[in-house]
C-alpha cells in the first residue's frame, strides 16, 4: 500500500514539474498554455493523495474551468502578433535562470538539512484513519472564524469583475458598431420586403 | 499517507514547481506566458499550506480556508491581469513585455 502511494506520488510529480518545465519553455504560446493545464490537473490529483478532496475539486473548477479558459481567450485575442520567429525569452534569461536555480538551492538546504518537522503521531489502535477537518468545518469556519476574510474576498472579486471590464473596455468611437436589436430588427423587415419584391419577378421570369 | 510519503519531498515538488514558475514569470517575452508563471507559483503556494496541514495540523482547518483565499485572488488577478495584456495589445500592438517600455528615459 505505501509503495502504491509512493509510485503514484513520483508520477504525479514528475508529471507536475515536467509539464511545468514545458510551460515555460515551449515556443508555442498554446502549447504552453494547454501544458499549463495538465501541471492543474496533475496539482489537483496531489491534493487528491493529500487528501484534501475539496481544495481537489476547487482547483479543477476554478484553475481548469476559469483561468485556463481565461489565458486561452487573451491568447485567441492577441494571437497573431506572437509569430513564430521572434525570440522565447528575454535577453537576459540566464541571471533570472541562476536566480531560480539560487532560490531552489537555498529553500532546498534548510528544508533537507537540519529541519525536523514535529510531525504528530498517530493516535489509536493502527489502521483507524487520523482525523481530519473537512468541509464541513470549513463552511462553519468561512462563517465564523473566517467571516471577515470571506466578506473581504467577496468584495475583491466584484473590485476585480469591475476592473478588468473597466480596463478592458473599448472605447465607442473605436469600437465596431454593434447593431441595437431594434436597428436589427427594422434591417431584417428591410431586407424582407426587399426580398418579397424580387421574388413576384422571379417567379414572372419562370412562368415566361 | 503520512507515512508513506515524507512532508520533505511534497515540500520539494512545491520548492521547483515554484522556481520553474519565477523562471517562467521573469524571463518569458509574452506577457501571457509571465502571467503563467505567476500561476504556477501560486500553485506552488497552495500544494506547501495544503501539505503543512495534512502533516502538522490535520484537525486544524486553516490550511484549506487559507487555499481557498488564495485561489480567490488568484482568478482576481488572472482576471484584471488578462484584461491589462489586451489593453496594452490594443494601444501597442505587442504582447511582448520588453517592447512596453514608454516610462523608459
Not at chain 1, 494571437?79 to 534569461?93: K, N, Q, V, Y
Not at chain 2, 502538522?56 to 482547518?61: A, D, F, R, T, V
Given at each position: 500500500m505505501d509503495l502504491l502511494i509512493q509510485i503514484i506520488f513520483g508520477l504525479l510529480a514528475a508529471l507536475i514539474i515536467g509539464a511545468a518545465m514545458m510551460v515555460v519553455t515551449v515556443r508555442n504560446i498554446i502549447h504552453s498554455a494547454l501544458w499549463l493545464i495538465t501541471s492543474f490537473f496533475g496539482v489537483a490529483a496531489l491534493y487528491l493523495v493529500l487528501e484534501a478532496e475539496f481544495i481537489a475539486v476547487v482547483q479543477v473548477l476554478v484553475y481548469v474551468g476559469a483561468i485556463a479558459i481565461l489565458i486561452l481567450f487573451a491568447i485567441m485575442l492577441t494571437?497573431?502578433?506572437?509569430?513564430?520567429?521572434?525570440?522565447?525569452?528575454?535577453?537576459?534569461?540566464w541571471l533570472t535562470a541562476i536566480v531560480a536555480l539560487g532560490l531552489f538551492g537555498a529553500v532546498l538546504l534548510p528544508t533537507l538539512a537540519g529541519q525536523t518537522w514535529n510531525i504528530p503521531l498517530p493516535t489509536g489502535p493502527a489502521g483507524t484513519p487520523a482525523p481530519l477537518s473537512g468541509v464541513e468545518e470549513l463552511g462553519r469556519e468561512f462563517v465564523g472564524q473566517f467571516l471577515l476574510q470571506f466578506e473581504v474576498a467577496g468584495i475583491l472579486l466584484t473590485v476585480a469583475l469591475i476592473g478588468a471590464i473597466v480596463i478592458a473596455f473599448e472605447e465607442r468611437s473605436r469600437r465596431r458598431r454593434v447593431l441595437t436589436l431594434s436597428e436589427e430588427y427594422t434591417l431584417r423587415q428591410r431586407q424582407q420586403a426587399t426580398a418579397a419584391k424580387q421574388a413576384p419577378v422571379a417567379t414572372a421570369d419562370v412562368a415566361d | 499517507m503520512t507515512r508513506a510519503i515524507p512532508l520533505e519531498a511534497v515540500l520539494v515538488v512545491a520548492a521547483a514547481l515554484f522556481c520553474i514558475g519565477l523562471f517562467g514569470a521573469l524571463s518569458r517575452r509574452n506577457l501571457v506566458g509571465v502571467l503563467m508563471g505567476v500561476e504556477l507559483m501560486l500553485n506552488s503556494v497552495n500544494i506547501n499550506l495544503v501539505a503543512f496541514w495534512r502533516y502538522?495540523?490535520?484537525?486544524?482547518?486553516t490550511g484549506p480556508a487559507f487555499t481557498i483565499f488564495i485561489i480567490t485572488v488568484a482568478a482576481a488577478e488572472a482576471a484584471v491581469g488578462l484584461a491589462m495584456i489586451i489593453a496594452i495589445y490594443r494601444n501597442w500592438d505587442t504582447v511582448n513585455a520588453d517592447s512596453v517600455d514608454s516610462l523608459k528615459g
Open positions: 494571437r497573431h502578433i506572437s509569430s513564430e520567429g521572434e525570440r522565447l525569452l528575454t535577453s537576459r534569461w | 502538522l495540523e490535520p484537525q486544524n482547518i
